[in-house]
Structure formats: C-alpha cells, structure tokens
C-alpha cells in the first residue's frame, strides 16, 4: 500500500529562520541527517520536498467558470503545509514508524499518514 506522508510545520525550525539559527551546528546537522536517512529509506519515492513558505503559495478556484486566484492560503502556521513524501509499505504500522522518524513530528511539527488510492 501507497501512504502520502503530509509534513506538517508547525512550530518546526525551518533552515534560515531565526530558529533555525538558535540550534546548535550538531542539532542542525542531525535534522539534516535524519532526512536523508528518511529519504534513503527504501519504498521512499520521491525524495521528500520542502515547500516555500505560505506566504509564497497561490490558491486556484475557479467559479462560475472564471479562474480566480488568491495570494497564500492563509492559515496559521501549525496547519502549514511544509513537505511531503510518498512511502509504499506493508501496512499502516510501517508508514507510522517512518512518520515518527521525521524530524518535524518531534521538532513542534505533525505528520499526517494517509493511504493513496491505486486505480
């Protein structure tokens, strides 16, 4: 089975913020280890990507057939969408065992674990 991992920011410190800055060199590099450890697990696919903040996203509607555009999708920043990644694993426990790896999850962040659908 296919689950998209959805990287959740939250609170998590993000490389060039002020937080970010506040972690020491070997806490900065562990995140970034862990990551690639992640995307180096196998079913992984693709590597996981980061996403501009959203202040940097567009929102498409479209209504009574116009196209319509927004600048961001103003939400708070715990609902921020920070990246993403596909898993294929056996079951559930396993895309829930490679969520808890992810270092937003601990760092103020959540991981939602949702099931693909295959056609």
């Given at each position: 089975m296919k689950y998209m991992l959805l990287i959740h920011q939250g609170s998590t410190p993000l490389p060039g913020s002020d937080e970010w800055e506040?972690?020491?060199?070997?806490?900065?590099k562990a995140v970034?280890?862990?990551?690639?450890?992640?995307n180096e697990t196998?079913?992984?696919?693709p590597a996981g990507v980061q996403l501009?903040?959203?202040e940097t996203a567009?929102?498409?509607r479209v209504q009574d057939g116009r196209t319509l555009t927004t600048d961001g999708p103003f939400v708070e920043?715990?609902?921020?969408?920070?990246?993403?990644?596909?898993?294929?694993a056996e079951d559930l426990d396993a895309a829930i065992e490679l969520a808890s790896r992810i270092p937003a999850a601990r760092m103020g962040g959540a991981i939602e674990v949702r099931p693909v659908v295959e056609r």
């Amino acid at each position: 089975m296919k689950y998209m991992l959805l990287i959740h920011q939250g609170s998590t410190p993000l490389p060039g913020s002020d937080e970010w800055e506040s972690l020491s060199e070997d806490e900065q590099k562990a995140v970034y280890a862990d990551y690639q450890a992640i995307n180096e697990t196998p079913g992984v696919t693709p590597a996981g990507v980061q996403l501009q903040p959203p202040e940097t996203a567009t929102t498409v509607r479209v209504q009574d057939g116009r196209t319509l555009t927004t600048d961001g999708p103003f939400v708070e920043t715990k609902e921020a969408l920070g990246g993403w990644l596909l898993f294929e694993a056996e079951d559930l426990d396993a895309a829930i065992e490679l969520a808890s790896r992810i270092p937003a999850a601990r760092m103020g962040g959540a991981i939602e674990v949702r099931p693909v659908v295959e056609r």
